[in-house]
T-cell receptor, first 116, second 112 residues
Framework: SAVISQKPSRDICQRGTSLTIQCQVDSQVTMMFWYRQQPGQSLTLIATANQGSEATYESGFVIDKFPISRPNLTFSTLTVSNMSPEDSSIYLC?????????????FGPGTRLTVT | GQQLNQSPQSMFIQEGEDVSMNCTSSSIFNTWLWYKQEPGEGPVLLIALYKAGELTSNGRLTAQFGITRKDSFLNISASIPSDVGIYFCAGEAPSGTYKYIFGTGTRLKVLA
């Protein structure tokens, strides 16, 4: 499976600021996704990062709050904008390589965000 | 919206015991994935299931895709301390989108 890294691994941010999280994969992959995991909770899909076009957001998530870029098949960024304490979560990127093992989704190590 | 309920919510077991957990939904799924997450890490894929009735093993782990396609089961045999973590099921929804809904999780603690 692909090796996925995320930067930063953790951060503490002030209310009202923005943080950009990077996700790097060691091989080209077809699908990339961003998830949020609130403290003690399960994972919730934020959006599908589409290469070369706008991301596809799930219900309850909007581009102004969570802008996403995917310039190529190995890299994506998620920005958490105008942060509030409610944004304190683990943010995870995941990938699926549809040319490989279909439907298997692999996760990065996550970015632990605390907003004060 | 669709939800995946996992039970039990948490388990405390003795080392060497077998563990069973399940994941249920009111909707049909075509693909089920099972993950394990340890503190400070991302979920790690354990087993993928693609057909109703399918039984798949990965070492001491065995998972089954329920016949109704609305549930899935994970068993761990002869548990060891490193089995500690949170186990999540995930179902592909909607079908063919490659997107997954995650279950509520089962927290497993193994007492040596």
């Amino acid at each position: 499976s692909a090796v996925i890294s995320q930067k930063p691994s953790r951060d503490i941010c002030q209310r009202g600021t923005s943080l950009t999280i990077q996700c790097q994969v060691d091989s080209q992959v077809t699908m990339m996704f961003w998830y949020r995991q609130q403290p003690g909770q399960s994972l919730t899909l934020i959006a599908t990062a589409n290469q070369g076009s706008e991301a596809t957001y799930e219900s309850g998530f909007v581009i102004d709050k969570f802008p996403i870029s995917r310039p190529n098949l190995t890299f994506s960024t998620l920005t958490v904008s105008n942060m509030s304490p409610e944004d304190s979560s683990i943010y995870l990127c995941s990938v699926e390589d549809l040319t490989g093992r279909l439907y298997e989704q692999y996760f990065g190590p996550g970015t632990r965000l605390t907003v004060t | 919206g669709q939800q995946l309920n996992q039970s039990p919510q948490s388990m405390f077991i003795q080392e060497g015991e077998d563990v069973s957990m399940n994941c249920t939904s009111s909707s049909i799924f075509n693909t089920w994935l099972w993950y394990k997450q340890e503190p400070g890490e991302g979920p790690v894929l354990l087993i993928a299931l693609y057909k109703a009735g399918e039984l798949t093993s990965n070492g001491r782990l065995t998972a089954q895709f329920g016949i109704t396609r609305k549930d899935s089961f994970l068993n761990i045999s002869a548990s060891i301390p490193s089995d500690v973590g949170i186990y999540f099921c995930a179902g592909e929804a909607p079908s063919g989108t490659y997107k997954y809904i995650f279950g509520t999780g089962t927290r497993l603690k193994v007492l040596a």
